[in-house]
């Protein structure tokens, strides 16, 4: 029960996770509750640290809630302790005697300042208890070398400068005074702006659990900002780390105190609904029934309490209030930002912030700290979507995670695995396909690397996109898909769905997703991923693709490529850093037969590539390898691997190898021998490399050149593929011959009244 205390405050203290928190309600309150502004409010909290050792945080509650951390509270209760600690050993006892030290009302006015610092300044303004106790030291030795005192007064001098001294000694050595000093020759009484650079709540209004470090860094330097719907973003360079601050101010944090009133109530109405398994099934349709339900609370509560809004004010509240009932709160606002691609929340929650991995700037951490509370109810809500179970006999969830704007893949990890509680990992994909123009774009390819994959998915060759964790295996598997023509079906199977299999389908895919169960989870009714690979073979004639191959499903994919050879696309992703690490990952550790490798024709690597300084990193494709048919124990030694295409750190791009200038690949003349017109003929699979490569290359120069980078969307490209494939086509029957020059000539025709059709539309 909250014990009261006064007029003013009201305390409760209890048990979040690790932590030990002091809540004070400070609603009755007619000022703002401030450690760092209000000696009132200092002085309450040391008492009450004084009271209860334990406590680890400090929230102060009116409107939204403000909470000093650990190492705040670690100053204030050092401060604390000292003061009890002086009191206990009857220090002021020996004061007592500090008026008789002196003749008349120089005694009293000692013995006054003394017992003022001790009782009160050391609790509400301790930078003042120190400055003061300084100018007394100072004085003291003044007087006593510029008059020489009786023999009685001076030793009584001696002792009060040694009371004095001892004082600013074990003042000292607090941390508050420590950190505060360099800024305590310009300090005044009663200003307390030095305090601003000690202390920093973390504010969050009291719909939400996460907390947010709302104020900028007083030592960062800025380096960046910009704007994602609605929210403040601004990157910050620190001078005590390598890592970047990613700080936020998402819109829940800028609205007026009426509004955050409405939410609070909202809240606590509309929370006593408890969603179901069922609802969850569809979260888009349940985001839509509870935006709906919150709008019109919203409208009832403002009518009752006069507060007159807009309709667009009323539908911006509803977004909030689903994001923070049925939704993921924060997570949501971080992932509606396309710059960022990795983000995660360590245990145990509430004492470090989530970090993220940017675009621009690698590895940062945010000003954004989720609390137990945040972890309880995603790990809650990621059940009931996912079906899947998150307990001690099942510690880890693999799953997805699909919020308005944004999708990602989430990697859960709880106890007993974890001892500190929950974690996650929140992987986040774009919201449109990757292509190979974006890729080429973004350095991550070459154009000709996009001509060769052209030519080898139209091929129809089986492929593994391998590469370490981050390396962008998934997304480049997703250009695959794009690049597959659209008049053949696709089936996709996944543990976890990342495959952007809704876009393709939303462009005129003929595509089937199929979803088995994780490696790493038992007990579920989920198909294991083997038997699903095994099912789209007695699905009809398609192309294959595989999210990522981990464990038994390996042996069933290399069945699939065996029976789609020459017939169909086979691909997918594995982890591996090298054709030859992708072979021992797949023989060695996935026990798939050696000779059963052979069905693999190339494999692609993409590897994430670092700055000297160890400080940056690009993502690349590093190597584009065949796979040769010709070996039997190890492909490395008997040289059954064969690159044409190899990552060259000087240009920092891929390069053509020999064998593949000079025609040396079994793989595309296997590709040649089933084109009537090119069988025998490495002159004319070579020209229909560089007419892909020219195509990939020039959708790239006109989105630069008009601005249009809806150009190098899955939309444009796959239309503007589909049109290269009919204009061959054409020219091949008027010709009886393809004619790379003229095709690329009539392709391009197209590719600039597409242009000049999307400036119309534009304006």
Excluded at 36 to 61: Q, Y
Excluded at 72 to 91: S, T
Aim: charged share 30%.
């Amino acid at each position: 029960m909250p014990e009261k205390r006064g007029q003013c405050f009201s305390y409760e203290t209890y048990k979040e996770g690790e932590d030990v928190v002091l809540r004070v309600d400070a609603e009755e309150c007619p000022f703002f509750p401030s450690i760092e502004d209000n000696a009132m409010c200092m002085s309450a909290v040391i008492d009450k640290l004084v009271e209860s050792p334990g406590i680890t945080r400090v929230v102060f509650a009116q409107k939204r809630d403000y909470e000093y951390g650990y190492e705040q509270v670690r100053m204030l209760a050092e401060l604390g302790k000292l003061r009890n600690q002086i009191i206990k050993q009857q220090v002021l006892l020996s004061m007592s005697s500090v008026a008789g030290m002196f003749q008349g009302p120089v005694g009293e006015r000692r013995s006054y300042e003394m017992r003022n610092i001790i009782y009160n300044k050391l609790r509400n303004d301790p930078a003042a208890a120190y400055v003061e106790l300084r100018r007394i030291h100072r004085e003291e030795k003044i007087a006593k070398e510029r008059a020489p005192k009786p023999e009685a007064a001076a030793a009584a001098s001696d002792r009060y400068l040694q009371l004095v001294e001892s004082l600013l000694n074990a003042l000292e050595k607090t941390e508050l005074i420590a950190r505060a000093k360099p800024h305590l020759q310009e300090y005044k009484e009663g200003d307390r702006a030095i305090y601003h650079s000690l202390f920093n709540p973390l504010a969050k209004p009291d719909f939400m659990f996460t907390r947010l470090m709302a104020s900028f860094p007083q030592d960062g330097e800025e380096i960046d900002s910009y704007t994602v719907r609605g929210a403040d973003v601004t990157i910050f360079e620190l001078p005590s780390t390598v890592q970047y601050l990613y700080h936020i101010v998402p819109p829940e944090f800028k609205l007026s105190e009426d509004k955050y009133e409405l939410l609070d109530a909202a809240k606590r109405i509309i929370s006593e609904h408890k969603p179901t398994r069922s609802e969850f099934i569809d979260p888009e349709r349940v985001r839509q029934v509870f935006f709906n339900v919150g709008s019109d609370l919203i409208e009832e509560l403002s009518g009752q309490k006069q507060i007159k809004l807009r309709a667009k004010e009323t539908e911006e509240l509803a977004d909030i209030l689903v994001r923070y009932t049925i939704g993921f709160g924060l997570i949501e606002v971080l992932l509606k930002d396309e710059k960022i691609q990795d983000i995660t929340a360590n245990s145990p929650m509430g004492r470090q912030p989530i970090f993220i991995v940017h675009q621009d700037y690698d590895d940062c951490m945010t000003n954004i700290i989720p609390t137990v509370s945040d972890a309880d109810s995603w790990a809650t809500k990621l059940r009931l979507m996912s079906g899947r179970p998150l307990d001690e006999a099942n510690p880890i969830l693999d799953t997805e995670l699909l919020v308005p704007d944004a999708r990602a893949r989430v990697a859960v990890v709880g106890e007993p695995l974890n001892p500190n509680g929950l974690a996650y990992a929140f992987r986040r994909h774009r919201d449109k396909p990757w292509t190979l123009p974006l890729f080429i774009k973004n350095r991550m390819m070459t154009p000709l690397a996009g001509g060769l994959l052209s030519f080898l998915i139209d091929g129809a060759r089986t492929m593994l996109v391998a590469g370490t964790r981050s390396a962008g295996k998934t997304s480049v598997l997703g250009a695959v898909m794009v690049e597959i023509m659209r008049k053949y079906r696709v089936i996709s199977i996944e543990d976890t769905l990342e495959l952007p299999v809704a876009a393709l389908r939303q462009i005129g895919y003929n595509i089937q997703p199929m979803k088995v169960a994780s490696a790493l989870t038992k007990g579920t009714t989920e198909v294991p991923a083997d038997e699903g690979i095994r099912t789209t073979l007695r699905m009809g004639d398609s192309c294959l693709i595989v999210g990522e191959v981990r464990s038994t499903e390996a042996s069933a994919l290399y069945e699939a490529m065996r029976v789609g050879a020459l017939a169909n696309v086979v691909a997918g992703t594995i982890h591996g850093d090298s054709p030859y690490g992708v072979f021992d990952r797949v023989v060695n550790d996935l026990k798939v037969p050696r000779t059963s490798f052979k069905a693999t024709d190339v494999v692609v690597v993409a590897n994430p590539i670092r700055s000297p300084d160890g400080l940056h990193r690009w993502r690349r494709l590093t190597q584009i390898t065949e796979v040769g048919k010709y070996w039997e124990n190890d492909p490395l030694l008997e040289k059954g691997f064969k690159d044409l295409m190899k990552y060259d750190s000087k240009s920092d791009q891929l390069e053509p190898t020999l064998d593949l200038l000079n025609g040396e690949s079994d793989i595309l003349k296997a590709v040649a021998a089933n084109v009537k017109d090119w069988a025998g003929s490495w002159d004319a699979v070579w020209d229909n490399i560089m007419l892909r490569t020219q195509v990939k290359e020039a959708i790239v120069a006109a989105a630069e050149k008009s601005g249009q980078d809806e150009l190098l969307e899955a939309q444009f490209v796959v239309q503007a593929n589909d049109e290269f494939h009919k204009i061959a086509e054409e020219i091949k029957d008027e010709l009886g011959a393809f004619d790379s020059k003229k095709i690329f000539f009539e392709w391009n025709e197209w590719l600039k009244k597409a242009i000049k059709r999307k400036e119309v539309e534009i304006v």
